[in-house]
Structures are given as structure tokens and as C-alpha cells.
């Protein structure tokens, strides 16, 4: 069974910039989930869709960061316009659904730096 | 307010020793915990959980971890550590996966 799939693994991009980043999730999986990871921190969850709808996304800064699940399946996460504290890795992850009870599994990340 | 704490920031032990990873929650009901690990350049793999039951649970790759009440602690632990435990260890709670900030593990040989 695959894992779940990022991309692009880097990016690096210049302040004020836009920058979107992509996750293919586990198939069959209907909860996506997208989370932060600043260095030297654990991971912050910035949004959580089951299928194509938006569970929560209390902690996504709204003013810069959208995301989609147009179909229930594939994600994209955009940051416009980029700031230097957006530096971090963004994960993805997806369980086959919502609650604690199903294990979230984590793609490997895409590490952005914003100079 | 919900929050996880790793107290140690990083861990050095050597290979074959014992490891004790400390890991204490808020939380406001019967927290749903969990350990994970995370490896350079790779994904979080959960190593174990804790919902209900025997307080003592059993994972992956010969970790365990104790849930105590009374200390709102979720301690992780390994009998004899193994260079390839080299990692990042995360202690997270809650349906929403509130993690602590993480230990580092250096394994000297």
C-alpha cells in the first residue's frame, strides 16, 4: 500500500511570494489533514477535511494560507504572500476517517524556506 | 487548555542502555495519548497509543509506554536501545494530535 505522497520535498522562495504545496493521500482515506512543523517544535495542525468538507481550520491564518480538496481526494495547501515565519515543514497526513481510533499517517513533508 | 510537555530537550544514551522519554499532559478529560517517531527526512510513524484500559501499552520496535493518572504522565520507554533508535520522539494528546515539542535521541555507539 502506497504512503501518503508529497510534493515538491524543498522549496525556497523569496518574502511575499506564493508558494503551493501537494498531497496525494492513502487511497480509500477520507480525513486529510495539514499540519506545521516549525523547527525545534512538534506539529501544529493548520486544517482537517473529511472527504471534500472543512472539519477545522481554527488554526489556519486565513489571511495568507487557503486550502482545497476539491474531489475528496488530492490536497493542495497555498501560502500568498509568504512571510519569513512560514518557514517550516508542512505535513500531510490522512486516516481512513475522523476520530482518535483511526491512525494518522504522515507523508514526509515539504520544507519550506522563505528569505 | 489542552497542552504537552517533553521536558527533555535532547537525550544522549548508549547503545544497549535502557531509555526513559518523559512526557506530561493537560488535558481536560481522559486524554487520548500518544508517541511518535520521526526520522530525518521522514514522515511521523506512530509508535504506540493509549485510549483505555491497561495502563501499560505495548508498540513498535520494542517501546512501551506507562499512562499514570495521578502524574498526567505518558512516559516512553525501551529496555536496550539500538543505534537505528536515532530519531525524533514526539508525545502528542487529544483527537486533534496536540503534540509536545519533541526530543531528540543521540545513540552513542
Known amino acids: 500500500e502506497a504512503g501518503v505522497a508529497q510534493s515538491p520535498r524543498y522549496k525556497i522562495i523569496e518574502k511575499r511570494q506564493s508558494v503551493a504545496f501537494w498531497c496525494n493521500p492513502i487511497s480509500g482515506h477520507a480525513t486529510l489533514y495539514w499540519y506545521q512543523q516549525i523547527l525545534g517544535q512538534g506539529p501544529k495542525l493548520l486544517i482537517q477535511f473529511q472527504n471534500n468538507g472543512v472539519v477545522d481550520d481554527s488554526q489556519l491564518p486565513k489571511d495568507r494560507f487557503s486550502a482545497e480538496r476539491l474531489k475528496g481526494v488530492d490536497s493542495t495547501l497555498k501560502i500568498q504572500p509568504a512571510k519569513l515565519e512560514d518557514s517550516a515543514v508542512y505535513l500531510c497526513?490522512?486516516?481512513?476517517?475522523?476520530?482518535?481510533?483511526?491512525?494518522?499517517?504522515f507523508g514526509p513533508g515539504t520544507r519550506l524556506t522563505v528569505l | 487548555a489542552q497542552s504537552v510537555t517533553q521536558p527533555d530537550i535532547h537525550i544522549t544514551v548508549s547503545e544497549g542502555a535502557s531509555l526513559e522519554l518523559r512526557c506530561n499532559y493537560s488535558y481536560g478529560a481522559t486524554p487520548y495519548l500518544f508517541w511518535y517517531v520521526q526520522s530525518p527526512g521522514q514522515g511521523l510513524q506512530l509508535l504506540l497509543k493509549?485510549?483505555?484500559?491497561?495502563?501499560l501499552v505495548q508498540g513498535i520496535k520494542g517501546f512501551e509506554a506507562e499512562f499514570k493518572r495521578s502524574q498526567s504522565s505518558f512516559n516512553l520507554r525501551k529496555p536496550s536501545v539500538h543505534w537505528s533508535d536515532a530519531a525524533e520522539y514526539f508525545c502528542?494528546?487529544?483527537?486533534?494530535?496536540?503534540f509536545g515539542q519533541g526530543t531528540e535521541l543521540s545513540v552513542k555507539p
Open positions: 493509549y485510549f483505555s484500559g491497561d495502563t
Open positions: 497526513a490522512s486516516s481512513k476517517t475522523r476520530g482518535s481510533y483511526n491512525e494518522q499517517f
Open positions: 502528542a494528546v487529544g483527537e486533534k494530535l496536540i
